[in-house]
């Protein structure tokens, strides 16, 4: 199995998991695991490209340079993989905020997006 192959299939879990959390009603948990999802699609994609990155800012500034500002992904889904970051440091740090349903549905259904978009594209294109 390649890193590529394993990054998506863990992805895949972790929307899984994210969508149980929901369930759960346990929202800031469902917004961490939908975030990280997207993180590993974005880390297999620019995988493609020979790229890799330890730090979530590193991953998200190389997704945004080498797939979104080349066309090769929409520009909302790079707004999307921010938001998602943003949400989750959100989520797991600050103990006054609270995560709703409404906003744990929209990041879960932008993260599936997200991660399925990616999928799409490394199957046609690698």
Known sequence: ??????????????LKSAELLLEDKDYESSVSRTYYAMFYAAQAVLLTKNLSFSSHKGVISAFGEHFIKTGTFPKEMGRELNRAFE????GD??????????????????GKDFVNTITRWLNTNV
């Open 1 to 14: 199995m390649t890193e590529t192959t394993a990054l998506i299939q863990k992805a895949q879990r972790y």
């Open 93 to 110: 740090y600050e103990y006054t905020f609270v995560v709703s349903n409404e906003d744990a549905e929209q990041m879960l259904q932008s």
């Open 87 to 90: 949400k989750r440091q959100i």
